[in-house]
C-alpha cells in the first residue's frame, strides 16, 4: 500500500496532463491515461505499473480494445513525477523496467531541482533544466513543447 502524493504532486501532474493531453488531443495523436491507470509490464510473475501520466500513440495502439483490466503492455510515454522521498536507486529501476517493457520515453520530473530527464535508454538521457524550453520527439509527440517552469508554475508563483 502506498501513502497518497503530496499537493505538490498533484498540482505537476495535473499541469503536465493538462499540457501533454490538450496536445495529444487537438493533434488526434492516440491516448492517454492519468495516474493509478494500471499496465501489465510482465506475465508470471505479473508486473502492474502505473506511471503519473502514459501516452500511447495511435501506432500502437491494438486493432481492438483490450478487455484486459489492466492495458497490456507499456505505454510508449512514461511519465513520473518523484515524491520527496522516492530514492535514487527506485527511480532507476522503474525507468529500467519502463524501458525494457517497451516504452520509447521515460520522463523524470524532479519537482526539487525543476527538471524534467527524459530518457529513451539507458544511455540516451537528456536533462531539461527550468530556464530550458522541452520539445517532444518528432515520432512520438510531433509539434508538443513547453517551457520546464511551466511545468512548476504553479507551485513556484
Known amino acids: 500500500m502506498m501513502s497518497p502524493a503530496g499537493w505538490i504532486h498533484g498540482e505537476i501532474v495535473s499541469t503536465l496532463h493538462c499540457l501533454l493531453a490538450s496536445h495529444i488531443e487537438k493533434h488526434k495523436l492516440g491516448k492517454t491515461f492519468c495516474a493509478e491507470t494500471g499496465f501489465l509490464l510482465s506475465r508470471n510473475p505479473d508486473t502492474v505499473r502505473a506511471p503519473d501520466f502514459a501516452f500511447i500513440p495511435n501506432a500502437s495502439l491494438p486493432a481492438s480494445v483490450p478487455e484486459e483490466a489492466f492495458w497490456p503492455g507499456a505505454p510508449d510515454l512514461a511519465v513520473e513525477v518523484l515524491s520527496p522521498d522516492d530514492r535514487t536507486g527506485y527511480v532507476s529501476e522503474k525507468i529500467r523496467l519502463w524501458l525494457s517493457a517497451g ?19 539507458t544511455t540516451d538521457i537528456s536533462l531539461y533544466a527550468v530556464d530550458q524550453t522541452l520539445h517532444g520527439d518528432e515520432q512520438l509527440l510531433p509539434g508538443f513543447s513547453c517551457a520546464v517552469a511551466e511545468i512548476f508554475s504553479s507551485f513556484t508563483s
Open 103 to 121: 516504452s520509447q520515453e521515460v520522463w523524470i520530473v524532479d519537482p526539487q531541482l525543476q527538471s524534467v530527464t527524459i530518457h529513451r535508454s
